[in-house]
């Protein structure tokens, strides 16, 4: 007969032990495992996210170079060079073209750049137009003196601001480019004992504008004042006396405070900047068409302007107005096709030099 001998408990109870290590050690894995996946398709994700932001970054700056030979190309034709109108800034448009045509989906590699700007319109919509921005449409605050400054109090003032803080504004800008210690137009200029004498002081610069948020440091300027002004000022270019303001790309309301920037011309100045516009919009009254047009300066009758009226553009013309520009900025968009991914470059262009070659003054990536 057969007698079945028992396992003593001591060793199922150790079998069971091993086991539910066992059991343990292989949750522990999977639970690595799991989480070496999820780690590797992270940074498989990021990789690749790494890869086409490169390659959107190298297309935008393939855009910028782009941007570059289209202006340098425009300068060499003398034609298109002695005038520059916002459907046509920068750029030689062919018959038949549209900036659409030389500016967007413009195809590198696995990619496209688009080079276009936004504009708000008065009700408030923002427009996308393809192109070239005319920097020269602006009022240079480097250009800014005792004799001319109160183009910017009354660009100030038509902007929506009362004239007393106009008035320190636009006399501290002077102040704060001059080389001399004299207070412009005081009380409201300020020199180095204003600054000086604040709770956190530093000093004047009496050095050109380096950029447009160094008007924070201005007297008088607020973020309210800046973020309304921004857009019709610049700081190029930097060494200059003159303000070579395009008539045929600036806003209405800078032509107009140009206008009254001049003796005893605020009904002149009202009604030509209406003609202005009126004219430069071509035969379909709207901005950014085919038929815009250079406005005459030389010649103003050739508008229909009348006698007082072609003096009034003639003293305008004394005073800084001009036809064409040698400043733009670009604002470039390079995106990666496969991926969608984007990369955004904002640059301002010179084609100054005697070559009328281009050159970039300052870029960044948005």
């Given at each position: 007969?057969?007698?079945?001998?028992?396992?003593?408990?001591?060793?199922?109870?150790?079998?069971?032990?091993?086991?539910?290590?066992?059991?343990?050690?292989?949750?522990?894995?999977?639970?690595?495992?799991?989480?070496?996946?999820?780690?590797?398709?992270?940074?498989?994700?990021?990789?690749?996210?790494?890869?086409?932001?490169?390659?959107?970054?190298?297309?935008?700056?393939?855009?910028?170079?782009?941007?570059?030979?289209?202006?340098?190309?425009?300068?060499?034709?003398?034609?298109?060079?002695?005038?520059?109108?916002?459907?046509?800034?920068?750029?030689?448009?062919?018959?038949?073209?549209?900036?659409?045509?030389?500016?967007?989906?413009?195809?590198v590699?696995?990619?496209?750049?688009?080079i276009?700007?936004?504009?708000?319109?008065?009700?408030?919509?923002?427009?996308?137009?393809?192109?070239?921005?005319?920097?020269?449409?602006?009022?240079n605050?480097?250009?800014?003196?005792?004799v001319?400054?109160?183009?910017?109090?009354?660009?100030?003032?038509?902007?929506?601001?009362?004239?007393?803080?106009a008035?320190?504004?636009?006399?501290?800008?002077?102040d704060?480019?001059?080389?001399?210690?004299?207070?412009?137009?005081?009380?409201?200029?300020?020199?180095?004992?204003?600054?000086?004498?604040?709770?956190?002081?530093?000093?004047?610069?009496?050095?050109?504008?380096?950029?447009?948020?160094?008007l924070?440091?201005?007297?008088?300027?607020?973020?309210?004042i800046?973020?309304?002004?921004?857009d019709?000022?610049?700081?190029?270019?930097?060494?200059?006396?003159?303000?070579?303001?395009?008539?045929?790309?600036?806003?209405?309301?800078?032509?107009?405070?140009?206008?009254?920037?001049?003796?005893?011309?605020?009904?002149?100045?009202?009604?030509?900047?209406?003609?202005?516009?009126?004219?430069?919009?071509?035969?379909?009254?709207?901005?950014?068409?085919?038929?815009?047009?250079?406005?005459?300066?030389?010649?103003?009758?050739?508008?229909?302007?009348?006698?007082?009226?072609?003096g009034?553009?003639?003293?305008?013309r004394?005073?800084?107005?001009?036809l064409?520009?040698?400043?733009?900025?670009?604002?470039?968009?390079?995106?990666?096709?496969?991926?969608?991914?984007?990369?955004?470059?904002?640059?301002?262009?010179?084609?100054?030099?005697?070559?009328?070659?281009?050159?970039v003054?300052?870029?960044?990536?948005?």
């Open positions: 007969m057969i007698k079945i001998i028992p396992a003593k408990s001591g060793k199922r109870k150790d079998s069971g032990i091993i086991l539910l290590i066992v059991l343990w050690l292989l949750v522990i894995l999977s639970l690595i495992a799991i989480g070496l996946g999820r780690r590797t398709s992270v940074d498989f994700s990021l990789a690749k996210y790494g890869v086409g932001k490169l390659k959107a970054d190298f297309t935008a700056r393939a855009g910028l170079t782009y941007a570059l030979e289209q202006i340098s190309r425009d300068a060499q034709d003398s034609t298109t060079a002695a005038w520059d109108t916002l459907y046509q800034c920068g750029v030689k448009i062919e018959e038949g073209q549209v900036p659409e045509d030389i500016f967007k989906h413009a195809a590699g696995e990619g496209y750049f688009d276009q700007y936004s504009v708000a319109a008065l009700d408030g919509t923002v427009n996308a137009r393809y192109g070239l921005q005319d920097e020269t449409a602006k009022i605050l480097n250009a800014l003196n005792q001319n400054f109160s183009v910017l109090k009354h660009l100030i003032t038509f902007l929506g601001f009362e004239d007393g803080v008035n320190t504004v636009a006399a501290a800008v002077v704060w480019v001059d080389a001399d210690s004299d207070v412009t137009a005081a009380p409201h200029g300020a020199e180095d004992d204003d600054y000086m004498s604040l709770s956190k002081p530093y000093h004047c610069k009496n050095l050109p504008f380096d950029s447009l948020e160094e924070f440091l201005v007297k008088g300027m607020t973020s309210e800046f973020a309304t002004l921004k019709y000022v610049t700081v190029y270019p930097k060494e200059t006396d003159t303000l070579s303001i395009n008539v045929n790309t600036a806003p209405e309301v800078v032509i107009r405070a140009l206008g009254y920037s001049l003796p005893d011309s605020t009904a002149d100045a009202d009604r030509i900047t209406r003609n202005i516009i009126a004219y430069r919009s071509g035969e379909d009254q709207e901005i950014f068409t085919a038929d815009d047009r250079p406005v005459e300066l030389i010649d103003p009758g050739k508008m229909g302007f009348t006698d007082s009226e072609t009034f553009l003639h003293n305008l004394n005073r800084g107005l001009g064409s520009s040698n400043y733009f900025r670009v604002n470039i968009r390079g995106v990666t096709e496969a991926s969608l991914i984007k990369s955004d470059i904002e640059a301002v262009v010179s084609r100054e030099n005697s070559e009328r070659n281009s050159d003054l300052f870029w960044r990536r948005k």
